[in-house]
């Protein structure tokens, strides 16, 4: 775990540098000479490549504080890492809470539930009808009061005694008696946690660049070093948000089995 903390800071760090020069955009600071496939572009096309990436580079930048969340909210100390899917059943569609995760080495794992299990009751709480329509005309509803469910079932679990948890599997209805552990999965979030004050300060860094971009990109429609300027740093960007993502993910599957696609 801090191989991953160590990753991401160095990530920040590298950014935080490369970034801190950037906003003057009143002189190019690129010293080579764009590359021979950016100059074959037209002007036209070099426009839309950059106003195209800095598209995305703004979209996944207001995704990610809200996925790194979801990270923190995903194991409610159980082991498990659930979530609200749909599935097709005799013909049917229809919606339910799905393990998609198991720890390594939790007692939901020592069970035998596995990725893939529906979740029918935890500690003999009903979860939510896996066989409900997904087409029912109430799927947001339905969504947020069956992970409801799940969530206050799980929290009624006691941390030192086993409780039942009924799963649907292959059709059939099983049973396994599960602990509550509270320290399943807290490594990560605490490794996450850590993280997420040099990640906001790299962020309000990307924001202001992008901002300024944004302002200066229309009065760069015919200036072919300063659009290849701006597209390398969006193309930083990029890598730099998709670290972040590929780095967990890897550290993630390296703790829990994965259910297989």
Not at 185 to 190: A, I, S
């Amino acid at each position: 775990m801090r191989r991953l903390v160590h990753f991401l800071l160095a990530m920040l760090l590298l950014w935080a540098v490369s970034g801190s020069a950037f906003p003057v955009f009143g002189q190019d600071k690129s010293k080579d000479p764009p590359p021979d496939w950016w100059t074959r572009l037209t002007p036209f096309e070099q426009f839309s490549l950059v106003k195209t990436r800095m598209g995305e580079v703004v979209s996944e930048h207001h995704e990610i504080k809200p996925a790194l969340q979801k990270y923190l909210d995903k194991y409610p100390l159980t082991g498990l890492g659930i979530g609200y899917e749909p599935a097709v059943r005799n013909g049917d569609s229809s919606t339910g809470v799905k393990v998609v995760s198991v720890w390594k080495s939790s007692s939901a794992a020592r069970a035998g539930i596995r990725p893939g299990d529906w979740l029918v009751k935890i500690n003999r709480y009903d979860v939510c009808s896996v066989l409900s329509l997904a087409g029912d005309g109430q799927g947001g509803k339905q969504k947020q009061s069956c992970m409801d469910n799940a969530n206050d079932s799980f929290r009624s679990i006691s941390t030192d005694r086993p409780a039942p948890i009924e799963v649907e599997r292959d059709g059939q209805i099983l049973e396994f008696m599960a602990v509550k552990e509270p320290g399943i999965g807290k490594e990560l979030v605490l490794a996450i946690e850590q993280f997420t004050p040099d990640l906001d300060r790299a962020l309000a860094v990307d924001k202001k660049v992008l901002n300024t971009m944004a302002e200066a990109l229309p009065e760069m429609y015919d200036n072919l070093a300063k659009l290849y300027h701006y597209f390398v740093v969006l193309e930083k960007m990029r890598d730099f948000q998709a670290g972040i993502f590929l780095l967990i993910s890897e550290e993630e599957k390296n703790l829990q089995l994965w259910e297989e696609k």
